[in-house]
């Protein structure tokens, strides 16, 4: 089944201390990217990769990082999380970023909570 | 700068009844647009979208959304709903920039009552 697998789901951390979220397609898309989704504000993206080692920023990448070593794997790295980063994380892929007709696939999302 | 707008919060409609989710948008060129549901606890799926050609655009569940240039509008419709569209709408329009971005509105929870 084609999907964009994300983990974990659910995630409680405290101020200061490392995290890594996954992310994994089985699509063999070139595009991938995270977003965050926070109430009243849509989603907004954080970072987006348009191939292996080809990363960017997006409109809210402060206080995160990504890496793109192979094609499937976009791991979000918060290398010091803090309270407002409390949010509802999403990755998503789709075949590139200039193929129009190729919609974005989501994960079903991380719940991450900073204490 | 290019947006998304959605104008309610939530809409509210009878099963049976037609619905009509609001999205207007503002960018610069031609407006590539699409809609997506968020059930409790998913991901967003994909619904349809309006890229070139009719303005009336048809997608899964029966849904279907009109393209109106004029007005700036993407409204997302169905004849007749069902208790269990009851869900987290979203418009978003793909930015112009060749980054991939898509823009998204605020997004609109429906709820349809029995």
């Known amino acids: 089944e084609a999907q964009v697998t994300q983990n974990p789901r659910y995630l409680i951390t405290v101020t200061g201390k490392k995290l890594t979220v996954t992310c994994s397609q089985n699509?063999?898309?070139?595009?991938m990217s995270w977003y965050r989704q926070d109430p009243g504000l849509g989603l907004r993206q954080i970072y987006y990769?348009?191939?292996?080692?080809?990363?960017d920023k997006g409109d809210v990448p402060e206080g995160y990082k990504v890496s793109r070593k192979e094609k499937r794997n976009f791991p979000l790295i918060l290398e010091s999380p803090s309270p407002n980063q409390t949010s509802l994380y999403f990755c998503?892929?789709?075949?590139?970023?200039?193929?129009?007709?190729?919609?974005?696939?989501f994960g079903n999302g991380t719940r991450l909570t900073v204490t | 700068a290019q947006s998304v707008a959605q104008p309610e919060d939530q809409v509210n409609v009878a099963e049976g009844n037609p619905l009509t989710v609001k999205c207007t948008y503002s960018?610069?060129?031609?407006?590539?647009l699409f809609w997506y549901v968020q059930y409790p606890n998913r991901g967003l799926q994909f619904l349809l979208k309006?890229?070139?050609?009719?303005?009336l655009v048809k997608g899964s569940y029966g849904f279907e959304a009109e393209f109106n240039k004029s007005q700036t509008s993407f409204h997302l419709k169905k004849p007749s709903a069902l208790v269990s569209d009851s869900a987290l709408y979203f418009c978003?329009?793909?930015?112009?920039?060749?980054?991939?971005?898509?823009?998204f509105g605020q997004g609109t929870t429906l709820q349809v009552k029995p």
């Open positions: 309006y890229i070139t050609g009719d303005n």
């Open positions: 960018v610069s060129g031609n407006p590539y």
């Open positions: 699509m063999n898309h070139e595009y």
């Open positions: 978003a329009v793909r930015d112009s920039s060749n980054t991939g971005k898509l823009i």
């Open positions: 998503a892929s789709s075949l590139s970023q200039g193929s129009y007709n190729s919609p974005l696939h």
């Open positions: 990769s348009m191939n292996v080692e080809v990363t």
